[in-house]
Nanobody, 124 residues
Framework: VQLQASGGGLVQAGGSLRLSCAASGRTFSSYVMGWFRQAPGKDREFVAAISWSGDRTSYADSVKGRFIISRDNAANTVYLQMTNLNSEDTAVYYC??????????????????WGQGTLVTVSS
């Protein structure tokens, strides 16, 4: 599985961005997908996850109500719609896949393939 994240950029506080993660492989629709982020000087943290069918999602408390994770299995792509961005959202955002489990885990330990990351910078 190869993952290619895109959509990052510079945005003003209060603005919106949509990240995309394109995956290779015909079995993409079988996997849990997640988004994580890492801010400068901080550990990587969970942002959101989505089940293989898209019927279940999970969000970090810090983004709940502002971010929406979704997927298009026909296009082998998972999205992260981010709204009402603030400076604390500045980070490199990574998509990841959990090929082993059906539950939505928040620990990066469970995810076995990672994209290269896309930088989101929120200016205040």
């Amino acid at each position: 599985v190869q993952l290619q994240a895109s959509g990052g950029g510079l945005v003003q506080a209060g603005g919106s961005l949509r990240l995309s993660c394109a995956a290779s492989g015909r079995t993409f629709s079988s996997y849990v997908m997640g988004w994580f982020r890492q801010a400068p000087g901080k550990d990587r943290e969970f942002v959101a996850a989505i089940s293989w069918s898209g019927d279940r999602t999970s969000y970090a408390d810090s983004v709940k109500g502002r971010f929406i994770i979704s997927r298009d299995n026909a296009a082998n792509t998972v999205y992260l719609q981010m709204t009402n961005l603030n400076s604390e959202d500045t980070a490199v955002y990574y998509c990841a896949v959990d090929r082993q489990r059906r539950q939505l885990y928040r620990s990066s330990w469970y995810y076995d393939y990672w994209g290269q990351g896309t930088l989101v910078t929120v200016s205040s």
